[in-house]
């Protein structure tokens, strides 16, 4: 039974299920639903798909997930941010409404799963740490932006070009500003009013009449669906799609996703997989995060290599469905978990009410007009656009909150895939560059006690003779010149100096270029007679110079064990207390 619990997390959870699991199971499947069914259809539209499209994406990849995943309640399927990047990266290649742009899109669904399942061969999950905190967030607030955005025209009924760039779009909108369709406009403003009033005030009214949770929380959450049946009914009573030209999703095919025959294209791969490796990342990214946090609540924990398989098997099976890639949802997910989901069945019961929408419930959407889609997938993206960050990160640290500016900047500017490289060579320059530069401590004393503090922080005394350094970064080939220039200047300024000690507790690693420096830098200060010394050099470090001739290169210099052995043998003629304590 443990390797079918090691492969199908769902194995263990199913060991110990019982009738009240599964009724809190229903009920948050039930309630997941509801939102998926408008949202997968919207999350289409906005991919430049028919809806029906993502309702596939809700089916099969919800089901294979839910036997593999690790999370008992992240919510699997179409996503914003992934279906923005999916509607830009395909229109390059094949106009939309095609059977082309279809194929694309199945084959980016391919790709990114095939993608994924190669970084978890590759134990490469970790590669997700270079996208940084800022570029995210920058990269993240920028694209929901960009949504909100592109939702213009539903809500108008202006033709605006879909791969037009930001600017262009406003500027398409003030030219034909007469030629907005009201009845349009007004259809959209009303959906999402409703959204609004059922996400706020329905919610407070049935909290404030203590109507039940079982009742109460799914009509919370039914706000997408609302707004799907008000407008609809609107367009069907005023027959506004045949007397004003309010576009509408139209007929919708009955019955389930053929399983695909992918037309596999290597030239089409080579231009999707810069895309799709973007993708695979950034879905990972906000699944793992959205999956992290969850557990967290259970006192539990997910498994990243899991989540990568867990998520290449679901996006495989987006391909095979015919539809587009998939991700953990933060909204869903939070909805999820916030109506009881206690395992991955949760997941089943969702992939099955829309299996059972697919079946019966289509032809009731012929009337949905494309401006309540709009409106749906505007009210899911205006949560992720957070300013606030940048005033957070602005405080604490300004080249962070840059970062996080310029990858908000360029994604507007250059598209989401071109943005967020931008950004994360950005944040790779960064550290770079604060690693080419750093931070180095002139310590002191404290008092007599055994501990060494940065003389410009604390009141410490130091020696004639003598001069502590403390190096906070490993020694490699970016900062090896700047250490050494460091060094050089502090002698410059010491008359009477004869030892240097080069405190290396926080130094984890040498490389050949920082060795090279240390040797050369060994005779440099001998012909101006000083000895360098080393202080709390770490087992692994050491190791590695015990492999080499650095230590006999030393010559009188010695390596110490702690920084207060060092300066007891070395120092003498001990000098009056530094008072520069730092405000």
């Known amino acids: 039974m443990r390797p079918m619990v090691d492969i199908f997390p769902i194995a263990h959870w199913l060991q110990n299920y019982q009738r009240s699991i599964f009724i809190s199971d229903l009920m948050a499947g039930i309630i997941v639903a509801i939102m998926l069914v ?102 993240t607030s920028a694209a929901a932006l960009l949504i909100a955005i592109s939702q213009i025209k539903n809500f108008s009924g202006l033709d605006i070009p879909r791969s037009a760039p930001i600017w262009e779009s406003f500027g398409y909108l003030f030219d034909h500003l007469t030629a907005i369709n009201p009845a349009t406009l007004l259809v959209g403003l009303t959906s999402v ?34 707004a799907v049946l008000v407008g609809s009914i609107i367009v069907w009573g005023g027959e506004l799609d045949i007397t004003h030209n309010v576009t509408t999703v139209g007929m919708i095919p009955t019955g389930l996703p053929e399983l695909f025959t992918i037309q596999l294209d290597l030239m089409l791969w080579q231009q999707l997989f810069m895309p799709a490796l973007l993708i695979a990342l950034i879905g990972f990214l906000e699944s793992v995060s959205v999956g992290t946090v969850l557990a967290s609540k259970r006192r539990e924990r997910i498994d990243p290599s899991k989540e990568l398989i867990a998520l290449g098997i679901a996006n495989l099976g987006s391909a095979m469905s ?23 069945v949760a ?25 309540t889609l709009g409106a749906v997938i505007v009210m899911a993206v205006i949560p992720l656009i957070d300013f606030s960050s940048f005033r957070q990160c602005w405080k604490f640290n300004k080249a962070d909150a840059l970062t996080l500016l310029a990858t908000f900047i360029l994604v507007l500017i250059f598209g989401v895939e071109l943005g967020i490289l931008c950004g994360i060579g950005i944040s790779i320059a960064l550290l770079l560059y604060r690693s080419s530069q750093p931070h180095i401590a002139v310590v002191g004393r404290v008092g007599s006690s055994e501990h060494f503090r940065n003389i410009e922080r604390h009141d410490v005394t130091t020696y004639n003779n003598t001069l502590a350094l403390r190096i906070d970064e490993s020694l490699y080939f970016a ?28 130094v984890n690693f040498i490389d050949a270029s920082a060795l090279e420096t240390l040797e050369n830098l060994v005779l440099k200060l001998r012909d101006e007679g000083i000895t360098l ?47 520069n304590r730092s405000a």
């Not at 992939?351 to 949905?368: C, G, M, Q, R």
């Not at 410059?492 to 080069?502: E, F, K, P, R, Y």
């Open 38 to 139: 408008p949202q997968g259809m919207a999350y289409a539209f906005l991919a430049g798909l028919p809806p029906q499209y993502g309702l596939y994406a809700s089916i099969l990849p919800l089901m294979l997930y839910a036997l593999l995943g690790s999370s008992r309640s992240l919510a699997v399927g179409p996503v914003a941010i992934a279906s923005l990047m999916v509607g830009s990266t395909i229109a390059q290649f094949a106009e939309q409404g095609t059977d082309a742009y279809i194929n694309a899109a199945v084959n980016l669904s391919l790709l990114v799963g095939v993608i994924l399942l190669i970084l978890r061969a590759l134990n490469l999950g970790s590669i997700v740490n270079y996208m940084s905190h800022s570029v995210i967030s920058g990269f």
């Open 193 to 226: 009013f409703v959204l609004w009033f059922t996400k706020t005030k329905l919610c407070c009214g049935l909290e404030a009449m203590r109507v039940p949770t079982w009742i109460a929380q799914p009509v919370c959450k039914a706000g997408p669906m609302f």
């Open 322 to 344: 015919g539809t587009y890639p998939v991700a953990g949802g933060f909204g869903r997910s939070m909805v999820n978990h916030s109506a009881g989901a206690q395992t991955t």
């Open 347 to 371: 997941s089943m019961i969702s992939a099955f009410l829309v299996l059972l929408s697919l079946l019966f419930l289509t032809p009731l959407f012929y009337y949905l007009p494309k401006a």
């Open 479 to 506: 900062n090896t010149r700047y250490v050494e220039e460091y060094i050089l200047k502090q002698c410059a300024g010491h008359s009477n100096l004869q030892h240097i000690v080069l405190i290396c507790n926080a």
């Open 533 to 579: 010394h080393l202080a709390e050099v770490k087992g692994p470090v050491m190791d590695q110079l015990l492999n080499t001739t650095f230590v006999d290169h030393l010559g009188e210099g010695k390596v110490f064990f702690t920084t207060d052995e060092a300066m007891r043998e070395l120092s003498e003629n001990e000098r009056y207390p530094v008072n």
